[in-house]
Each structure stands twice: as structure tokens, then as C-alpha cells.
């Protein structure tokens, strides 16, 4: 079974300042998808950015992208020129070729300092 | 809607009494998810629905829990004789078939059992 593990529970980061969350996976599968939501108080869980193994560039997203090291089973997130609203949950996600449920890790909280 | 909506928004039961929780999919979505979010956890997968497939059950974490989807649109999450421990915010999602589709959240119905 897939494993996602994000190791730092908590992070904060000055206001239009860059912070890198991590994140790691342990699969045996050679093709996958993988994923960062952010889930604000609100509750509701919004789709970052999304990688797919087979694409060896990195993902961008304006302020988001992605370090994806495919050997090394990692899965970073940098967020640039970071925002107050930028604070929330951030989870990393792992999921299987196909309509297949996520695996999720347990998540980072993210906290911006003005 | 234009979005995955989930009713109801907050539920507190009394100990053994059962609950349901409603989602409402994206129209013409085939794939739904129920995921459950433990105080201090991440995602833990629940029960997936693909079209007209027998449901994928193999998160559910007992015989207390079950789903079903009328119609390939709405869904409820029944949980019987509910215990403290099924406390959680409840997270619904739904995707379109095929490969790789993004999964789209709805806003949660967090449970308290008292």
C-alpha cells in the first residue's frame, strides 16, 4: 500500500517570503499522480497543484511549484512571495493510475506573519 | 450547484444513535468519494463509487458504517449506533471518469458524538 508522509507538522513564514513544504511517498508503482491541496478554516479542500510521474518538469502554478524527485520518492511544495491568505492546511496526496481514491499524509499547518 | 455540497454542515448526535450525511456530486461526475478527517489527521478514505460498479468499500472502518448512490448522483453516509470515536470532519468528492481527474471536495459535515 501507498504511504504519504509530510514531517513537518507546523511552518510559518514572513509575509513575500518563499517556504518549502516537504512531503514523501513510498510506492512501488512506476506511474502515479501526485498532489497538494490546501484546506483554509473554511474546511474545503482546494487543488494546489498537481504532478504526474511521468513528466519529468517540475509543475508550476503562478506562486506554486514543485520539486518532484522521482528517485528519491519526494515531493516538495515552494510557495513564493508568500501571502496572508497563503496560511491554511496544506496536505500532499498520492494517487494511483485511475479514478482511484487519495492517500493522503497528515498535513502541514502553514502560518503567515505579516 | 456548481460545486459538491454536503448537508449537513455541522451534526452533533448522542452515542449510539445513527446519523446521515448527504452529498450532492457535480452534475455528470460518475466517480464519488467519502473521506474521513480525524482531529490531528489526515485524509483517510472512506468508500469509493465508480458509475454503475459495485462500490469500492475497503476503507470503511466497520460494520457500523455504509453508503449508498441513488441513481449515480446523490449519496448518504450512514453510520449506526455511533460511537465518540466517529467524531470527524466527513469530506465527500467527486471526479469525473477517466485518468487522472482532478477529485473536487465539498465543504464537509464535521460530526460530534457525544
Known amino acids: 500500500a501507498q504511504t504519504v508522509t509530510q514531517s513537518q507538522p507546523e511552518m510559518s513564514v514572513q509575509e513575500a517570503e518563499t517556504v518549502t513544504l516537504s512531503c514523501t511517498y513510498d510506492t512501488s508503482e512506476s506511474d502515479y499522480y501526485l498532489f497538494w491541496y490546501k484546506q483554509p478554516p473554511s474546511r474545503q479542500m482546494i487543488l494546489v497543484i498537481r504532478?504526474?510521474?511521468?513528466?519529468?518538469q517540475n509543475a508550476t502554478e503562478n506562486r506554486f511549484s514543485v520539486n518532484f524527485q522521482k528517485a528519491a520518492k519526494s515531493f516538495s511544495l515552494k510557495i513564493s512571495d508568500s501571502q496572508l491568505g497563503d496560511a491554511a492546511m496544506y496536505f500532499c496526496a498520492y494517487r494511483s493510475v485511475g479514478n482511484t481514491p487519495l492517500v493522503f499524509g497528515k498535513g502541514t499547518r502553514l502560518s503567515v506573519i505579516a | 450547484g456548481a460545486g459538491v455540497s454536503q448537508s449537513p454542515s455541522n451534526k452533533v448526535t448522542e452515542k449510539g444513535k445513527d446519523v446521515e450525511l448527504r452529498c450532492d456530486p457535480i452534475s455528470g461526475h460518475t466517480a464519488l468519494y467519502w473521506y474521513r478527517q480525524s482531529l490531528g489527521q489526515g485524509l483517510e478514505f472512506l468508500i469509493y463509487?465508480?458509475?454503475?460498479?459495485?462500490?469500492?468499500k475497503s476503507g470503511l472502518p466497520s460494520d457500523r458504517f455504509s453508503a449508498e448512490r441513488t441513481g449515480g448522483s446523490v449519496s448518504t453516509l450512514t453510520i449506526q449506533r455511533t460511537q465518540q470515536e466517529d467524531s470527524a470532519v466527513y469530506l465527500c468528492?467527486?471526479?469525473?471518469?477517466?485518468?487522472?481527474?482532478?477529485?473536487?471536495f465539498g465543504p464537509g459535515t464535521r460530526l460530534t458524538v457525544l
Open positions: 468528492a467527486s471526479s469525473f471518469g477517466g485518468l487522472g481527474n482532478e477529485q473536487f
Open positions: 463509487f465508480q458509475g454503475n460498479s459495485a462500490p469500492d
Open positions: 504532478q504526474e510521474a511521468y513528466k519529468q
